[in-house]
């Protein structure tokens, strides 16, 4: 199954996640955790992906789906290309930038999942009020 369909597919996919369900999203979510062996890695991902559709994000623009749509994207997306770490990964991508767009406690977040999540967190989080200064963006994807 394709993760990138052409420009204009991605695109009105991302206008029609802002509103629904992604379900190829969903479908690619299953696909990629039908293939993990150990299940309590399983099991991880499962408390992560539910975890995540539970919290409430504050993002302009977006609805809970258009912003949870997001996340499962970037999960599946990190789950593919780093499939030896598929479980540590997967929950990074899903929680990527929760300290931007949530209430969470990073510290109460962290004792959920037996994974380093705090750095992972740290790095990923943009600084909204610097995130269109190229010197910034510079340094943000150096750091990460």
Known sequence: MPYFRSIEEERSRRIQARTMEDSLALRQWDA??????????????????????????????LSFLGYFNHCLRVSVICMTLYPQDQTEIGI???????????????????????????????????????QWDPEYQKQYYVRI
């Open 32 to 61: 990629v955790y039908s293939k993990i062996g150990a299940a309590g890695d399983r099991e991880k991902l499962k408390k992560a992906f539910d975890y995540a559709k539970g919290m409430t994000f504050h993002h302009p623009g």
């Open 92 to 130: 990074i991508g899903l929680f990527h930038n929760f300290l931007e767009v949530t209430d969470v406690d990073l510290t109460e977040l962290s004792s959920q999942f037996d994974i380093p999540l705090e750095n992972a967190l740290k790095t990923l989080t943009v600084d909204r009020a610097q």
